[in-house]
């Protein structure tokens, strides 16, 4: 490479430049602009001693000369007109591939630096934050894998944002890793639960749904102080008590079905877990102040039946075998006496979904679930929706429309913050990463 300084009045720009003539107000000639304050001239213009032509960095020498350079260092080359034209396009043409994955994370490293202005590197903050909501798949996939950095995943589990893509691979990895545990919390309910009662289609689609426990890690890491206690009303499956147990927390769940109760201590068993914390009870939730005093818990976590979407058991005590106003009334009194269970500045969430009635309008489930809370003094904090797999969904896409119903593919998830609010970040302390929180545990230990 021959390079020379060059006076400016020598460099002419080629007219047959294919390359879009940038202007000053132009996005990406701004990001030029700031890319050669920040890093300074490094990239040297081409020029072409036989025609005088700029081969290569057009908009570059309109910086430059915008800055007022009067002579400019550039790579020179000695081409025919027609080398000069193919070297033009081919500067500009060959220009690789980029490595999405190494890309994705080379991004998210640099926004993760504070006060590092991202944009210098040429992709605007928007582009980034897009690339970078890809890049969990890379950073979780890194997290599993020993010697994994994994920034953000590391602090979160997942990124901090209102809505939990559950279809995302980072997310089935999550889950499976926990299923591996051998967590089983199907078990205990009834088959064919699902649709059953409402649409009739209990031939086609087989199956109960199961609660995720990847909802529950992420739950007791962000909202529960460590090793902080659970109040759980609905308890349904192991999986939320297994979890608190695996994450050191401790955890009491109430549910009316002795079966449920049965196999979830059975599940524990088979996963090895015997921790005096983990304690499910068989008992109408009506009864919560028989097993635990006000303000002991330290969150209130659940996912009470959608109503009678599925219904659990014939039992007239079970909310999803009511009648719909019996139901409002049951389930917002054992809310408000759980809540009740839990310390002040402290959270408590709940996961539920509006269901149909039998015209198709909604029941607001989240509604009624927020007015009780707010009943016990807990204020409406956060809200996540929690996107499905589209799975059964898609069966009843054709008939759904026939009415033009949308098919739900979400449930909420609703956070609840019971205090002052100044408080959250004395009581909560900063989310560190794993490694970070070892590296501090052994300096202690020094
Ligand atoms: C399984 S959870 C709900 C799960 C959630 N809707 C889902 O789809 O994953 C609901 C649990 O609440 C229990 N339940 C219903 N009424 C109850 C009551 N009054 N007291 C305690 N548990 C009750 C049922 O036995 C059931 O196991």
């Known amino acids: 490479m021959q390079i020379k300084k060059v006076p400016v009045n020598m460099l002419h720009m080629a007219i047959y430049n294919p390359r879009k003539d940038l202007q000053p107000a132009d996005k990406e000639y701004k990001k030029l602009k700031k890319s050669i304050e920040q890093f300074g001239y490094v990239e040297p213009i081409i020029w072409n001693e036989q025609t005088g032509n700029v081969v290569g960095g057009h908009q570059r020498l ?6 007022g350079e009067t002579e400019v260092d550039v790579s020179v080359v000695n081409l025919e007109p027609v080398e000069e034209k193919a070297l033009n396009i081919a500067l ?13 994370q080379l991004l998210a490293d640099i926004s993760a630096v504070e006060d590092f202005d991202a944009s210098l590197t040429g992709f ?9 909501a890809d890049t969990e798949a890379v950073y979780f996939r890194d997290k599993l894998e020993p010697g994994g950095s994994g920034i953000l995943v590391n602090s979160f589990v997942v990124p901090p944002f209102s809505v939990f893509d559950t279809r995302q691979g980072y997310w089935q990895d999550r889950k499976r890793y926990w299923i591996d545990y051998g967590i089983k919390s199907e078990v205990g309910r009834e088959e064919n639960l699902v649709f059953a009662k409402n649409l009739n289609l209990s031939d086609k689609v087989k199956g109960t749904s199961i609660f995720d426990p990847v ?8 909202f529960n102080v460590d090793g902080g206690s659970i109040i759980d009303p609905f308890a349904g499956g ?10 050191g927390h401790g955890y009491m769940g109430i549910d009316l079905r002795e079966e449920q109760v049965k196999s ?7 996963i090895g877990i015997e921790s005096d914390s983990l304690k499910w009870i068989c008992d109408n939730s009506l009864n919560v102040d028989k097993y635990v005093e006000d303000k002991q818990c330290d969150m209130l976590f659940t996912c009470p039946p959608y109503y009678d979407l599925e219904v659990y058991s014939d039992n007239p005590e079970d909310i999803s075998n009511m009648e719909y106003q019996e139901f409002v009334k049951t389930y917002s009194e054992i809310l408000i006496k759980s809540a009740k269970k839990v310390k002040d500045n402290r959270f408590a969430a709940v996961v539920i979904s509006d269901v149909r009635d039998k015209k198709g309008f909604y029941r607001d489930l989240t509604g009624l679930t927020k007015a009780a809370m707010e009943k016990s003094g807990f204020y409406f904090y956060n809200e996540i929706v929690i996107l499905n797999t589209v799975g059964s969904g898609a069966w009843r896409c054709r008939g759904n429309m026939r009415n033009r119903k949308v098919v739900r593919i979400h449930q909420n998830l609703l956070v609840f913050y019971k205090g002052d609010p100044r408080e959250i970040q004395i009581v ?4 560190k990463a794993e490694d970070e929180k070892m590296e501090e545990a052994e300096e202690c230990q020094l």
Request: hydrophobic share 45%.
């Open 62 to 67: 309109k910086v430059l000369l915008a800055q």
């Open 238 to 247: 192991s999986v939320r008590g297994i979890v608190a147990a695996i994450t």
């Open 428 to 431: 909560f302390p900063e989310l």
């Open 124 to 132: 605007d903050m928007e582009e980034i934050e897009n690339i970078i």
């Open 264 to 270: 979830n201590f059975e599940n524990a068993q088979e």
């Open 215 to 222: 909802i529950c890690e992420i739950i007791y890491k962000w």
């Open 92 to 104: 500009n043409k060959i220009s690789g591939e980029w490595d999405n994955e190494k890309l994705e």
